[in-house]
């Protein structure tokens, strides 16, 4: 074990850690070698239970996410603490749910350890748009139904400054993160900007995660249906065709199961396998 003098003497540093959903499986090798090497942890609330529970034993880890009726740290008091751990020579390791810089003040955390002339590293995570969606067979983009895609929160330190209309009028997929206790907000702003009432969506909670829960209806519907599946945090809303691919995707699959194997597709396909490759 190092003294505290060889520390001391040692250049700390700090990685910015995305930790993805909350699927263990979906933690890059990046993001573990970081948690192996780290001599402390700062985790927040969106750190699953299952990801804290690779963390090497002994290693000391501390909770700075927000807790109900008790102290929380506030984000400036982290980025101080962060800083301070590595200029005491340590590498610090603060991971983070889904990807540091979306929606996860990553980028501030990165320019007081820039600032404070600490060496820093970013690694990157599986944003929950991109993870929850994919884990509940919804594309973010498919070819016919949606070109784009948008991340948006409803959560803003002051005033949310969204174009409503522009998201609205955009034939695209929209992806509204800590958007669960604004739901009528949202659905009112959607449908004044002049989206149908009709328009498609999802709700995804506890996305990536062994209790995910996919709740689909229309924007017309999306205040109702929070509240009577009484959907908690984390969830992210999904707004667009591509929740319609569902059925497409239930569709396929059933039409699958009523096929008689043998079929002509069956022949076209062993006709691909057996021809050599270019
Ligand atoms: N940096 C994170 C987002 C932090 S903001 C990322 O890249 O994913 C917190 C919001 O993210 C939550 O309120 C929720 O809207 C969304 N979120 C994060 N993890 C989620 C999960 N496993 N399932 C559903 N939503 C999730």
Redesign the pocket.
């Known amino acids: 074990m190092q003294s505290v003098n060889e520390n001391q003497r040692k250049a700390g540093r700090i990685s910015l850690v995305?930790a993805g959903?909350?699927d263990p499986d979906l933690l890059t090798v990046k993001a573990m070698k970081a948690i192996n090497s780290a001599d402390l942890i700062f985790f927040d609330q969106?750190v699953?239970a299952e990801i804290r529970a690779l963390f090497p034993q002994g290693k000391p880890a501390f909770y700075v996410g927000k807790q109900k009726n008790k102290h929380s740290f506030t984000q400036e008091q982290i980025n101080r603490l962060i800083v301070l751990k590595a200029q005491q020579g340590l590498h610090v390791v603060r991971l983070?749910?889904?990807?540091?810089?979306?929606?996860?003040r990553?980028g501030e955390e990165l320019l007081q350890a820039a600032s404070a002339g600490v060496e820093v590293d970013v690694v990157p995570?599986?944003?929950?748009?991109s993870?929850?969606t994919t884990a509940a067979s919804i594309p973010l983009t498919h070819r016919g139904l949606s070109q784009a895609c948008t991340f948006i929160?409803a959560?803003a330190e002051k005033d949310l400054t969204l174009d409503w209309s522009a998201l609205a009028r955009l034939d695209q997929t929209l992806v509204?993160?800590?958007?669960?206790s604004r739901a009528s907000f949202i659905r009112d702003q959607l449908l004044c900007a002049g989206m149908k009432a009709s328009t498609p969506i999802a709700i995804?909670?506890?996305?990536?995660?062994q209790n995910?829960r996919e709740i689909l209806g229309c924007l017309n519907d999306l205040e109702v249906l929070v509240e009577v599946h009484a959907v908690t945090?984390?969830?992210?809303i999904v707004v667009g065709d591509v929740v319609l691919f569902k059925a497409q995707l239930q569709r396929a699959q059933a039409s699958a199961s009523a096929h008689v194997s043998g079929s002509d597709d069956d022949d076209v396909g062993e006709a691909l396998l057996s021809r050599p490759c270019a």
């Open positions: 995305g959903p909350g969106l699953s983070k749910g889904g990807d540091p810089f979306v929606f996860g990553g995570g599986i944003t929950a748009a993870g929850c929160t959560h509204i993160y800590m958007g669960i995804i909670e506890n996305g990536c995660r995910q945090s984390p969830a992210i």
